[in-house]
């Protein structure tokens, strides 16, 4: 529901309620691009390909679960008065103990143990702390906001993904375990949501039907499915294929020099989303990742790997900032706005699930571990295609409160 009737959002006050993200992100981006298979290198060296496989397998299963039910639960609970802030930093304190002891672990089955429990806590934890942007800002500035949201969630991508390529592994885990805890100071800058009120009285939350909301969940899950076969396996990319010796630092390079131009990207997107059709923002922003995924694939060189990958952040910015304020606008009841993001989430991250045995299976039926990760990285680009054409059949983008 729309609480505030402010005139303005301040800058700052998009950078108090988003700036959680690059502590969150901080530890999301590296933890299964660079630290896990870093970590598998010593402990599986002879099958570390299947072995990642598994354990991200599982590791999406446990979080496809739980962002509905802390959804669900943070809407009962803000119902009844709860403030998601604390709610936020409780599960964030979970998450950092398991960072600590996912830092000494030194069994596949413990470092499987302490992966779920830490991406569990931190989709729960990013479930219910989401909810506080419809709740205080104004719904016409949700594009900027989401664009706020993009900047800060790169932040903490770029940062966390070069300390993870600076840092032996053990070593990043227990940053990450720090940045974490440190991000959830910022709790204590967040705005109290206004006091709850039940949405039917506010006509404007609610949408005449589901399609919107459906739509944008299958362009984003086919944006996932590409994101997790890149990420899974690029680190062993540049060491199967590339023959890079410091694989980590590489990856982290790259990812990095991707990201740097998507924080720029996502605040203008989330802007000129506010001004313009949301549904053509989104899709045109695909188009570089597209184009890019496609690079990888056909010209898989260190020499030119940097310019795909600021091409592909170019893209990234827009497709997430904006998407996830498309699907903002598709909520079909605000008053469980937590759960609906929280299912939402879900459903379009189950490509998460399946994409990693994918992937296994597309790089082992290359003629060669080149011609596999070619496969492998083209279709990461058909899925950014279609992720990016399919939000096109949104039929109320930037819809306005009633």
């Known amino acids: 529901m729309e609480t505030t009737s402010t005139e303005r959002f301040r800058k700052r006050d998009h950078l108090a309620i988003n700036a959680l993200w690059v502590g969150v992100h901080f530890q999301d981006a590296a933890l299964m691009t660079i630290l896990v298979p870093a970590l598998l290198l010593v402990l599986a060296p002879a099958n570390h390909t299947n072995v990642l496989a598994a354990l991200s397998t599982i590791a999406a299963l446990a979080t496809a679960i739980v962002p509905p039910l802390a959804g669900a639960l943070s809407d009962s609970s803000r119902r009844k008065g709860g403030d998601r802030r604390l709610q936020t930093g409780a599960i964030l304190a979970v998450d950092t103990i398991a960072l600590l002891v996912m830092a000494q672990v030194s069994t596949i089955v413990g470092l499987t143990g302490a992966v779920v429990v830490a991406t569990v806590a931190l989709m729960s934890g990013s479930t219910v702390y989401q909810v506080l942007l419809p709740e205080i800002v104004p719904r016409r500035f949700w594009g900027t906001a989401a664009g706020f949201r993009g900047a800060m969630t790169l932040v903490g991508t770029i940062v966390g993904l070069l300390l993870a390529a600076l840092l032996p592994a053990r070593q990043a885990l227990l940053v990450d375990a720090a940045g974490v805890a440190l991000s959830a100071v910022t709790l204590f800058f967040v705005p109290v949501s206004p006091p709850y009120v039940p949405p039917n009285v506010h006509a404007g939350v609610r949408i005449r039907d589901r399609w919107d909301f459906g739509v944008t969940l299958i362009g984003r899950a086919w944006i996932v499915f590409g994101m997790t076969l890149l ?102 009841e605000l008053g469980d706005v937590a759960r609906d993001l929280g299912l939402w989430g879900t459903l379009s991250n189950l490509p998460m699930v399946i994409a990693p045995a994918l992937g296994a299976v597309i790089i082992a039926h290359g003629s060669t571990p080149a011609d596999g990760y070619r496969w492998l990285f083209a279709t990461a680009s058909a899925s950014f295609l279609l992720g990016s054409l399919t939000v096109l059949a949104v039929r109320h983008a930037n819809r306005k409160p009633a």
């Open 231 to 332: 990420n899974t396996y690029v680190l062993f990319f540049f060491h199967d294929v590339l023959g890079i010796r410091n694989a980590s630092f590489n990856t982290g390079l790259v990812a990095g020099a991707a990201m740097v131009g998507a924080v720029a990207s996502s605040v203008a997107a989330g802007v000129l989303s506010d001004k313009l059709d949301r549904r053509l923002v989104v899709a045109l922003s695909g188009l570089p990742m597209t184009l890019a995924a496609l690079g990888f694939a056909l010209f898989p060189d260190p020499r030119v790997i940097f310019i795909f990958a600021a091409m592909f952040g170019l893209g990234y910015g827009g497709v997430f900032a904006v998407g996830w304020a498309l699907a903002l606008d598709a909520v079909p």
